[in-house]
């Protein structure tokens, strides 16, 4: 089961409820209709069954390891299963099933519906963590000590969901899953730090591309680029690459961009006489006046207080 990136797929069937998935999975009826945990061992699907791409109402956090033959595909990876990676997706994305992840995987699947914390400040929290984007490449691979605290968490959550209700239970859950997604976030930022080679490749390839943009007039064509546009060219979902940026650099993508574009300003300020709107149109602005709140914004001065400051 992984997230899909194929647009051109058959439309995905609409499970609205963590009901119907226990029943389209084959699994028994779940303690809670709006919490589930459940393992990958529980799912009981006869041989032929054929499993069609699915999206949902409710949040999917999932953990998967020791996939059949050592390895096993997320996304359009391959990934060797001695340790555990986890991925997250949010309501209304695609899963997209495969029955190598349905045979020989261990690991569980935790799924909640936005009405369990609705009230509480996790329901505007989670929309931060912005993992619940990443496409599925970009996995979160576990140590055995980070799925050691993952796996704490979701044997109270399961207890939790298991016993009976009190006055207690909702918020016990919460907590727990509170601490789920800020352990997980945690792990992310260790994973971005660990891959410094991999991530120092990307940054390199952004700022290629940030060249090869400014250089050929595109900005004049075609406008500022945005964020999903560089994340699609260096083929990473926008939210990986501005997380990946902010722990690497302090920065955002947009803000990596933004510095670009205040470069190449204070460049054509200093050096030609071009007009600030004739600098505005060169640089993708539609608007001078967008152009003039950008740069007083992150230089404290207007394009013109800059300029004369030459002279």
Do not use: W
């Not at 995987?105 to 519906?113: C, E, K, S, T």
């Not at 939790?160 to 352990?183: C, G, I, P």
């Not at 730090?193 to 004049?220: A, G």
């Amino acid at each position: 089961m992984y997230k899909s990136e194929n647009p051109n797929m058959k439309a995905p069937e609409k499970i609205s409820s963590i009901s119907s998935l226990h029943q389209f999975l084959g699994l028994k009826k779940p303690s809670h209709p709006l919490i589930s945990v459940f393992n990958f061992d529980d799912v009981k699907l006869e041989p032929d069954t054929i499993l069609s791409a699915i999206t949902t109402d409710f949040y999917v956090v999932a953990l998967k390891k020791d996939c059949a033959g050592g390895k096993c595909r997320y996304g359009q990876q391959y990934y060797d299963f001695d340790e555990g990676i986890m991925y997250f997706i949010a309501p209304h994305q695609v899963l997209q099933f495969e029955d190598v992840l349905l045979n020989g995987v261990r690991g569980f699947v935790l799924a909640i519906h936005p009405d369990f914390f609705q009230g509480y400040p996790l329901a505007s929290q989670i929309k931060d963590y912005g993992y619940f984007s990443y496409a599925g490449n970009e996995a979160l691979n576990l140590s055995e000590r980070e799925e050691k605290s993952i796996m704490d968490i979701i044997d109270n959550i399961s207890r939790e969901t298991d016993a009976n209700m009190d006055a207690f239970t909702q918020d016990l859950l919460v907590s727990n899953l509170d601490l789920l997604l800020k352990y997980c976030d945690r792990f992310y930022n260790r994973q971005f730090l660990t891959r410094k080679k991999v991530n120092n490749d990307l940054l390199t390839r952004m700022e290629t591309l940030l060249d090869d943009y400014f250089k050929h007039d595109q900005l004049i064509m075609n406008g500022i680029p945005s964020v999903h546009f560089i994340a699609d060219q260096l083929n990473v979902s926008p939210n990986y690459l501005s997380d990946m940026l902010r722990v690497q650099t302090g920065q955002t993508t947009q803000q990596h961009i933004q510095n670009r574009l205040i470069e190449r300003a204070k460049e054509l300020l200093s050096t030609t006489q071009m007009s600030v709107s004739e600098i505005a149109y060169h640089l993708g602005f539609e608007h001078p006046q967008s152009f003039h709140r950008l740069f007083k914004n992150r230089t404290t001065v207007s394009p013109l207080e800059f300029r004369a400051s030459f002279n």
